[in-house]
């Protein structure tokens, strides 16, 4: 059966919370979900996947430990290669779109405790 359409703006309009992801659909053994950024997340990395982060609305930076910074904006993705340490951060609240394996930790290796990735 079809899960049918999912309008993004109406699931991020249900949390106020910051760095914390929201599946609103899975596919192929991945999470497909929404979060908003504000501020920034610590340096770290994922060892066995790589990060995908589309921007629906507002402004990314993504610090790279020995890479430039990239700034990218509303439909504009950036993936961080599995083992890369890296750093998202907004300024301004921002809207963006992940997609991770199913039980990857949004906290990577930085002994933080994850999100837990509740269903929307």
Known sequence: MPTGKINLAEKLALFDTH???KVVASYNDNDIMVVK???EFPFHKHDNSDDF????EGQVTM????????TFGPG????VPKGI???PRAEQEAK???IEPKGEPNTGDTGLEAAAKDSI
């Open 96 to 98: 963006v779109l992940l």
């Open 63 to 70: 610090a790279y430990e020995g890479y430039e910074d990239v």
């Open 53 to 56: 982060f589309l921007v629906l």
């Open 85 to 87: 340490v890296h750093s």
């Open 37 to 39: 950024f504000q501020g």
């Open 19 to 21: 760095w914390d992801p």
């Open 76 to 79: 504009e993705l950036d993936i």
